[in-house]
């Protein structure tokens, strides 16, 4: 049977590098709403184009457009391939169409894993980050310096860059804004039992080997 899971954590905490290694792992598929919105707007298909209009009247996308992309998506998947759903649901009305579109599909939701953070922690790993601008290596001012001062080790490269919204301010902002997102919804799936938490601020292979026995135990 197909894994169905929503991974949760606020930017930062991995979820993008654990999905990407459920999807080598289990050939599941990571489905990204806003991904899945810019293809459809880009592609120009029927959903798309009545997305764009919303965005360009400077509106929000309704929850029955993200839906509709959902289902489409799900719709083009094998029956056996496992989902990982990222980005969505972030309100009790998106959790209920969630479930509505995946028992049309005969599918159910197995697991809602959340990647648990320290937010100063958070703040200092992301704050702390910059990357070679000519290979893209990753480095960090206190936890991975080149081992040549000012020196891509990868490249040899010497110019290196940060992502502007990398500040202690978006940070918290972002962290606030998830909070504020997950709330609802995480007492409704604590109630039927199937969250798990795990420490995101562990490295990244003691994240994967606690989601993996997360999936193993059912």
Request: with cysteine; proline share 4%.
């Amino acid at each position: 049977m197909p894994i169905n899971l929503i991974l949760l954590g606020p930017p930062g905490a991995g979820k993008g590098t654990q999905s990407s290694r459920l999807e080598d792992a289990h050939g599941m598929v990571q489905l990204s709403t806003g991904d899945m919105l810019r293809a459809a707007v880009k592609a120009e298909t029927p959903l798309g184009l009545e997305a764009k209009a919303v965005m360009a009247a400077g509106d929000l996308v309704s929850d029955d457009i993200v839906s509709g992309l959902i289902g489409e998506r799900l719709d083009q998947l094998g029956a056996d391939t496992g989902v990982i759903f990222d980005g969505y649901p972030r309100t009790r009305a998106q959790a209920e169409a969630l479930d509505a579109l995946l028992a049309e599909r005969g599918r159910h939701l197995d697991h809602v894993i959340e990647l648990v953070v320290d937010e100063d922690a958070l703040v200092d790993r992301i704050t702390g980050r910059f990357t070679c601008a000519a290979c893209g290596a990753g480095y960090h001012d206190r936890y991975k310096q080149p081992l040549e001062a000012g020196v891509c080790d990868v490249c040899g490269g010497t110019d290196f860059k940060r992502r502007p919204d990398d500040t202690e301010e978006t940070v918290r902002k972002r962290m606030a804004e998830y909070r504020a997102k997950t709330a609802p919804i995480l007492p409704l799936y604590d109630a039927r039992g199937i969250v798990s938490r795990v420490d995101g601020m562990a490295n990244i292979d003691a994240v994967t080997q606690s989601i993996e026995g997360i999936l193993d135990a059912g």
